[in-house]
């Protein structure tokens, strides 16, 4: 049975700022060496039974944003600002013992590329029954029977037989599929999704896509799925936030994104996706220009701005505001 999106945030993320020492600096946040900002004050909300897409082009932050929600920054970068609070708790005050306890247990990670994330030289059984005694204080039998269990909610055929063996055993979709095995066998209520169809062949993403859709339905999670497919979030997000370097600059429900999108960045993505049938023989439009390097990000400015084809001087005079679109979107532009 669906479990129905509920009003009452199940993760929440408020202004977080996450930066690295400028080049040459010893990151000890001085005056003459400070942080250069990568995520600038991001904020959203993750609801029970929700499925967020968080969408932009490679190197807006998108995965350094969710490393940050676990507080697994890495060195030497640093969560300047902001909280993560999981159901009204702060995850970012916690010991890093406590905030163990969290990760894989409550928040669970698929990381972008299942080629490489699971261990060559153990066994799927090894490496699933780890997850499963660490996190829920199961062992023998009991443990064996919740991998069993795992193996088959993600259709691995054949699970008690597949726990012996190693993953150059597994096709890369099956790979992905214990990945996501070992990300809910502790069932969590927040699963982060980190480009989970990357490298995978166009038949298997699909298969893998309605997987998560599945189980996230059936289980009531908060799913955060980040992806640069816009194809991707019309096919399994409730909601999508527009991430551009470093901030996210627009926010709605995906069907009103994507029939009344309001930031002309958003408007570029979506004019780029390919139409079958009215872009035959016409060429593909593109965003020119690229995104602005760690340490050029404008803080007094939009930082689309010298890309967008409808910036005014206003653009580059200072930060745009928020604005409310609707009771459910808003967009960082002053054109809206």
Same mark, same amino acid.
């Given at each position: 049975?669906?479990? *129905? *999106?509920?009003?009452?945030?199940?993760?929440?993320?408020?202004?977080?700022?996450?930066?690295?020492?400028?080049?040459?600096?010893?990151? /000890?946040?001085?005056?003459?060496?400070?942080?250069?900002?990568?995520?600038?004050?991001?904020?959203?909300?993750?609801?029970?039974?929700?499925?967020?897409?968080?969408?932009?082009?490679?190197?807006?932050?998108?995965?350094?944003?969710?490393?940050?929600?676990?507080?697994?920054?890495?060195?030497?970068?640093?969560?300047?600002?902001?909280?993560?609070?999981?159901?009204?708790?702060?995850?970012?005050?916690?010991?890093?013992?406590?905030?163990?306890?969290?990760?894989?247990?409550?928040?669970?990670?698929?990381?972008?590329?299942?080629?490489?994330?699971?261990?060559?030289?153990?066994?799927?059984?090894?490496?699933?029954?780890?997850?499963?005694?660490?996190?829920?204080?199961?062992?023998?039998?009991?443990?064996?029977?919740?991998?069993?269990?795992?193996?088959?909610?993600?259709?691995?055929?054949?699970?008690?037989?597949?726990?012996?063996?190693?993953?150059?055993?597994?096709?890369?979709?099956?790979?992905?599929?214990?990945?996501?095995?070992?990300?809910?066998?502790?069932?969590? /209520?927040?699963?982060?999704? /980190?480009?989970?169809?990357?490298?995978? /062949?166009?038949?298997?993403?699909?298969?893998?896509?309605?997987?998560?859709?599945?189980?996230?339905?059936?289980?009531?999670?908060?799913?955060?799925?980040?992806?640069?497919?816009?194809?991707?979030?019309?096919?399994?997000?409730?909601?999508?936030?527009?991430?551009?370097?470093?901030?996210?600059?627009?926010?709605?429900?995906?069907?009103?994104?994507?029939?009344? *999108?309001?930031?002309?960045?958003?408007?570029?993505?979506?004019?780029?996706?390919?139409?079958?049938?009215?872009?035959?023989?016409?060429?593909?439009?593109?965003?020119?220009?690229?995104?602005? *390097?760690?340490?050029?990000?404008?803080?007094?400015?939009?930082?689309?701005?010298?890309?967008?084809?409808?910036?005014?001087?206003?653009?580059?005079?200072?930060?745009?505001?928020?604005?409310?679109?609707?009771?459910?979107?808003?967009?960082?532009?002053?054109?809206?």
């Amino acid at each position: 049975m669906s479990v *129905p *999106p509920s009003s009452q945030p199940l993760l929440a993320v408020h202004q977080l700022v996450v930066g690295f020492p400028a080049k040459g600096g010893r990151g /000890d946040n001085s005056a003459l060496l400070p942080y250069q900002q990568a995520v600038c004050g991001v904020s959203f909300a993750l609801n029970r039974g929700e499925v967020l897409g968080l969408v932009g082009e490679s190197g807006c932050g998108k995965s350094l944003t969710s490393l940050a929600v676990l507080n697994l920054v890495p060195t030497p970068g640093k969560i300047l600002e902001g909280s993560v609070s999981l159901e009204k708790q702060s995850l970012l005050a916690l010991p890093a013992d406590a905030m163990r306890k969290i990760r894989g247990a409550r928040i669970a990670l698929i990381p972008q590329d299942p080629m490489t994330s699971l261990n060559p030289v153990y066994t799927i059984g090894n490496q699933l029954l780890e997850v499963i005694t660490l996190h829920r204080n199961l062992h023998g039998a009991a443990a064996e029977q919740v991998a069993i269990e795992a193996l088959d909610a993600v259709k691995v055929p054949n699970a008690k037989q597949r726990l012996t063996q190693y993953p150059h055993e597994f096709s890369g979709g099956m790979r992905q599929r214990v990945m996501i095995a070992m990300a809910l066998a502790c069932e969590p /209520d927040v699963l982060i999704a /980190d480009e989970p169809t990357t490298a995978l /062949d166009v038949t298997v993403q699909a298969q893998i896509l309605a997987l998560i859709k599945e189980l996230q339905a059936e289980r009531g999670m908060g799913v955060l799925l980040i992806t640069h497919d816009l194809g991707v979030v019309a096919q399994v997000c409730h909601r999508v936030a527009v991430m551009y370097a470093g901030r996210i600059v627009e926010e709605a429900p995906v069907k009103e994104l994507f029939s009344k *999108p309001s930031h002309p960045y958003t408007q570029s993505l979506l004019a780029a996706i390919p139409n079958m049938k009215s872009d035959r023989g016409n060429a593909l439009q593109a965003i020119e220009g690229q995104p602005p *390097p760690v340490g050029m990000i404008p803080h007094n400015a939009c930082a689309f701005a010298p890309r967008c084809s409808k910036a005014e001087p206003r653009c580059t005079e200072a930060l745009p505001p928020v604005a409310s679109v609707s009771p459910n979107h808003t967009a960082q532009c002053v054109l809206v």
